[in-house]
């Protein structure tokens, strides 16, 4: 269960790390335009504000936390009840993302540059999370 804790949890804290660094840098593209389109999936004018990207941040990190904590790789201070409601939440909305991405992705809706990502790399990868971390809440 650590593993799958452990490794659930450094993915998710990697995406929050990511959305820290799209408050200030287009990575890995070169511009906010080619940013916007491909990884967020809108145009460059109707990008999430930089505290929006940074409450996202938070809340990956939260979540990377949670997963860590209820898998026993971290201490998991405080009452356990945030721990058990806390990551099926989390796994909950990886697989609602995951499989939204996916349905929308192949009614064509959005983006062609995003919906080409999104269906290689964002949804699965969110799929992949849930499997990762819908053992943990049985932990």
Not at 14 to 25: D, E, K, N, R
Not at 67 to 79: D, E, K, Q, T
Request: hydrophobic share 60%.
């Amino acid at each position: 269960m650590k593993i799958l804790g452990a490794s659930a949890a450094l993915i998710v804290l990697a995406a929050g790390l990511l959305h820290v660094i799209w408050m200030f840098s287009p990575w890995p593209v070169s511009t906010r335009e080619r940013f916007a389109r491909i990884v967020v999936g809108v145009e460059q004018d109707k990008l999430p504000s930089r505290p929006l990207t940074a409450l996202v941040a938070v809340a990956l990190g939260a979540a990377a936390f949670l997963i860590a904590a209820r898998s026993g790789v971290l201490p998991a201070p405080g009452p356990f009840f945030l721990y058990a409601a806390g990551v099926p939440v989390v796994c909950g909305v990886f697989l609602l993302r995951g499989t939204g991405g996916l349905v929308m992705g192949l009614m064509g809706k959005g983006l062609p540059e995003y919906i080409h990502w999104d269906l290689r790399v964002y949804s699965p990868l969110c799929l992949f999370l849930t499997a990762l971390t819908a053992p943990v809440m049985f932990a």
